[in-house]
């Protein structure tokens, strides 16, 4: 029929105004299919899975195949007829060899018969070899090569059709597109497979509803594959948000609310670079006898509440440390006044909060400010020893009180004197106990 029509196109012009008017609509529906390969080259830079890729081969050999087997190329290709044969015969079975692959990787896991899924393949290198013989061979058994061609794909759309009903049935919804754009395919191909197969029926080509199914195959997928990229997005999008609320429940303290110690880590260089260059160590003034004399729960209210004072903003980062310890971050010429009024608010807070205590929550604070000279992952560990130093020495000088390290800076506190550098909270958890 290739060779047929390619004779016809150069050699009848009877046709005139009408096949023109034909030939036209032919072009237009193979430009149609250069829209999906821009669609899926889009596409394959955001989500590099491989069925995308088999569908832009799949426009692609259909768009070829509009082009050879019509008069298209008699028109525009410049090739000797028995070229254009097997170039016909090349391009339909790299057709079924690409929707054969496309079909495998587009159903999603789960939705397809693992051997169905498998069978695949098969049928891709099947349609690849009998196209490849059929068009290096076209005469070698002239009177019974063509029906054996034609009842080779006969299984093969057998396995087709069988893993189409199969997705449906697992509710695949790839599947539905893609049997909604195949149906045209399928109608064609069972025609031509029947009449090929018993030469005692007339020859229906039906091409023309070949050619809208080409186009109308690519296009219905083409849907399936940005549906199928959504569901992708929203699954990924879905897993990111989930990782990012783990991630943040991994840095946050679940008693109180506020970051802990591995967000302070994490994060602190950022930090540093966003201009929090102030560091308040925080402590709760005899907290272990307020556990002893009210319980913990009591405890763990005050603990709430004095969260509840430290009061994040722009330019203050909170952090529990641990037990009745906490962090300030804090940025701006008004830093010391931001940690000042929040350990102040602690005991009101705390008195509002948790009525019925023997005595007032008071707090003590040591401050210090970062050094420009400093590195950053030596920075937050010296920030934290100064700072912890002074919190040492407002517990001794009497609880409730404030020391700052500011070089040459009028503070209403005591001058920092220099001793040794303090341990780490974990290193010094024994002595925790001289501070209350």
């Not at 830079?45 to 070829?64: D, T």
């Amino acid at each position: 029929m290739t060779l047929e029509r390619a004779y016809l196109a150069s050699t009848d012009p009877s046709d005139g105004p009408a096949h023109t008017r034909f030939l036209i609509l032919l072009a237009g529906l193979g430009g149609m299919l250069l829209m999906p390969l821009v669609f899926n080259a889009a596409f394959y830079r955001i989500l590099r899975e491989p069925f995308v890729v088999w569908h832009s081969a799949l426009a692609v050999s259909l768009m070829l195949t509009i082009l050879i087997s019509s008069g298209l190329s008699a028109i525009l290709l410049d090739f000797p007829v028995m070229t254009l044969s097997w170039m016909a015969t090349m391009m339909f079975g790299l057709s079924v060899a690409s929707g054969a692959m496309f079909t495998y990787s587009f159903v999603e896991p789960g939705r397809l018969h693992p051997k169905l899924r498998g069978a695949l393949p098969y049928c891709a290198c099947a349609a690849i070899f009998l196209s490849s013989f059929h068009a290096a061979f076209p005469f070698v058994a002239r009177p019974i090569q063509s029906t054996i061609y034609t009842a080779g794909f006969a299984p093969i759309l057998a396995i087709f059709i069988w893993s189409m009903i199969d997705a449906l049935r697992r509710g695949s919804r790839a599947a539905k597109f893609q049997m909604v754009g195949w149906a045209p395919m399928v109608v064609v191909g069972l025609t031509r497979l029947v009449t090929g197969l018993f030469p005692s029926l007339n020859s229906e080509d039906a091409m023309l509803l070949f050619y809208f199914g080409c186009v109308f195959e690519v296009m219905s997928t083409a849907m399936g594959v940005a549906d199928r990229f959504m569901t992708l997005k929203k699954q990924r999008d879905r897993a990111r948000t989930e990782a990012e609320l783990l991630e943040r429940l991994s840095e946050c303290d679940p008693l109180t609310g506020l970051l802990n110690r591995r967000a302070l880590e994490e994060h602190y260089t950022g930090h540093r670079a966003d201009g929090f260059d102030t560091l308040a160590v925080i402590d709760l003034d005899h907290f272990k006898a307020v556990n002893d004399m009210h319980g913990h729960a009591v405890g763990d209210a005050v603990l709430k509440a004095a969260a509840k004072a430290l009061q994040p903003n722009a330019n203050v980062l909170a952090y529990r440390l641990g037990g009745e310890e906490f962090i300030l971050l804090l940025r701006g010429d008004e830093a010391f006044d931001l940690a000042e009024r929040r350990r102040q608010a602690i005991p009101a807070m705390v008195a509002l909060t948790v009525p019925g205590l023997s005595r007032p929550v008071t707090a003590s604070m040591g401050v210090s400010l970062s050094s420009d000279a400093a590195s950053d992952e030596d920075e937050l560990r010296s920030l934290f020893e100064r700072a912890d130093k002074l919190l040492y020495q407002a517990k001794i000088a009497g609880r409730n009180r404030v020391l700052f390290e500011g070089a040459g800076t009028q503070k209403p506190s005591p001058p920092t004197q220099k001793i040794a550098p303090a341990a780490l909270p974990g290193e010094r958890a024994a002595s925790r106990a001289s501070r209350h």
